[in-house]
């Protein structure tokens, strides 16, 4: 039996995006002083130091003129599936590494073809239909796919070149 093991590669990146944009409110701006209204200006002059303007747009939060909206966007994570050597052979063992990927909502993952001949990734019903959801080109050896998946479920897939290649994507 050939083993690929070398080959099994998960990568998980957790990485958070923060998202901080703010609006300002009219109705408050018309009581804003002079003084602020110049901050720029001044502080592009050199008239006043970073930390004075600085203080000057947290007084502009502090009294709701800028109204700061802060939103978690999302936790994304990364995940690999390899399309191993061999893996057109349908006698051989050259299963999709991993076969089924468990993985969390909001994760990439990236397929990528080792093999020596072409693959494509295609989505199925739970049929075996093809849907159209996640479907790649021809993937060339060293070619990669990616798709993010954001909604729990249980995504099939195969390779329409050699459709007794079949893999899961478990999403929780
Ligand atoms: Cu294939």
Redesign the pocket.
């Known amino acids: 039996m050939k083993q690929n093991s070398a080959k099994i590669l998960i990568l998980t990146t957790i990485f958070s995006i923060l998202l901080v944009s703010f609006t300002v409110n009219d109705a408050v701006a018309e009581s804003v002083p002079e003084w602020i209204k110049n901050n720029a200006l001044w502080y592009g002059q050199g008239d006043i130091s970073e930390s004075e303007f600085l203080n000057a747009i947290k007084f502009l939060i502090d009294t709701g003129v800028i109204v700061l909206d802060t939103t978690v966007v999302s936790e994304m994570m990364e995940a690999q599936i390899i399309?191993p050597n061999g893996?057109?052979d349908v006698s051989s063992s050259g299963f999709y590494l991993p076969l089924n990927l468990e993985i969390g909502t909001n994760t990439k993952v990236t397929w990528v073809n080792d093999?020596s001949?072409?693959?494509?990734i295609q989505s199925q019903d739970e049929f075996g239909n093809v849907i159209d959801l996640f479907n790649s080109p021809p993937l060339n050896t060293g070619d990669r796919f990616e798709f993010t998946f954001d909604e729990a479920g249980a995504y099939n897939y195969y390779?329409?070149?050699?459709p007794w290649?079949v893999g899961v994507v478990t999403v929780k």
């Open positions: 399309i893996n057109f093999d001949v072409p693959h494509n390779c329409s070149f050699h290649r």
